[in-house]
């Protein structure tokens, strides 16, 4: 009873931001993203691999990222959770876990390594205990461990439905445009590899309970993700950056609003803002769009793509990730045991 999967990671356009309930993990208002390849167009890996065993054998649970040990309770690790529901619904309590995760981007820096992790391991823990699951289903537990995982099961444009139950059996990520028919790019440019220093799960509590502006960004989200939509089957780019830039600095605006205020652009992001801006000066050719870390993610399109790498250059970054829009995560036939 062992499988392995890759969790995709991928970037919001429209983003998640606040839950209605925080056990079961619903949001206020529907997210639009793109899946990103596990692959950067030079081929180094950009995902999360993750091996997971069930057995009545083990004595323990065992839980390892990046070969470090991780915490065994909910508080500590959002993980258990997912393994908790899939065991409950294998009928398999008593079985004891292994898992071992390999990550190969930097984590918690803002580049949603929990959606790669929690993907990953939703979709290998599933199939370690012989359930058959379809991506709604597996999107629904995903979404359980960590909100944004759940548009990381499927690929491409992915819309995850805020639903209205109060059960949340209608809140799940939907595959919209298949990553073939998509010609977008995604521009990771790491300025620092440092861990934010508010977790996205108490930052968006805190909106929640203080940001008046917060509400304004739920009222509007319905219709962006429609705009965005529209902009992205018209090829009408010029319209979609201009939206997806707005939509970043809206998201950054709310955090500003929250009290005490959650700030996680640096100096050097408000550059590649500037930068950006001066790209775009004549006719928008790419957009940028941060998430809850200092790390810009630079959209383009295909034809737009060596300009715009270039015209970026300049700017001093530790690394870039150039990467496609990929499928969700999925089973793989490699072990890391
Ligand atoms: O990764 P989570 O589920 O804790 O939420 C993070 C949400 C953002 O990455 C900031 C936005 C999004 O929709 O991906």
Redesign the pocket.
């Known amino acids: 009873m062992k499988a392995s999967a890759i969790g995709p990671s991928n970037i ?1 356009f429209v ?3 606040g839950k209605r309930d925080e056990r079961l993990i619903l949001p206020f208002n529907s ?1 639009l ?1 793109m899946t990103l390849s596990p692959y950067t167009l030079d081929n180094k890996p950009f995902h999360t691999i993750t091996t997971v065993e069930f057995s009545s054998r083990l004595d323990r649970d065992s839980f390892i990222i990046n070969g470090l040990e991780q915490p065994l309770d909910k508080e500590h690790n959002e993980a258990i959770r997912v393994i908790e529901i899939l065991k409950e619904l294998a009928d398999a309590k008593e079985m004891h876990f292994r898992v071992e995760s390999f990550n190969s981007f930097p984590t918690a820096a803002g580049l ?1 390594s ?2 790669s992790g929690i993907s990953a391991l939703t979709v290998a823990a599933s199939k370690a205990l012989g359930l058959n699951l379809s991506r709604k289903e597996l999107s629904v537990i995903a979404r359980q461990g ?4 759940c548009r990381s099961i499927t690929g491409g444009l992915s819309l995850w439905h805020k639903g209205e139950l109060d059960d949340g059996s209608d809140s799940y990520s939907e595959e919209l445009i298949s990553s073939n028919d998509l010609d977008l790019v995604d521009i990771v440019m790491v300025l620092s590899n440092e861990e934010k220093k508010i977790k ?2 108490a930052g968006m509590k805190t909106t929640v309970s203080t940001s008046r502006l917060f509400r304004s960004r739920v009222d509007i989200a319905e219709q962006l993700i429609s705009e965005i939509l529209s902009s992205i089957k018209n090829k009408d780019y010029h319209k979609l950056y201009e939206l997806i830039m707005k939509e970043s600095n809206n998201f950054h605006a709310v955090l500003m609003d929250t009290y005490p205020p959650i700030i996680y652009l640096s100096d050097r992001s408000k550059e590649v803002i500037y930068k950006v801006h001066e790209i775009n000066k004549d006719r928008n050719i790419c957009a940028y769009t941060f ?2 870390g200092q790390n810009p993610h630079i959209i383009t399109d295909e034809s737009n793509l060596d300009k715009v790498v270039k015209l970026i250059s300049d700017i001093e970054s530790d690394a870039v990730y150039i990467l496609k829009p990929g499928d969700g995560a999925h089973l793989v036939d490699k072990s890391l045991f």
Do not use: E, I, L, T
């Not at 960590?146 to 995982?149: I, L, R, Y």
């Open positions: 919001a983003k998640y931001w997210s993203s949603a929990s959606a960590s909100g944004s995982a996205s799960r998430d809850a």
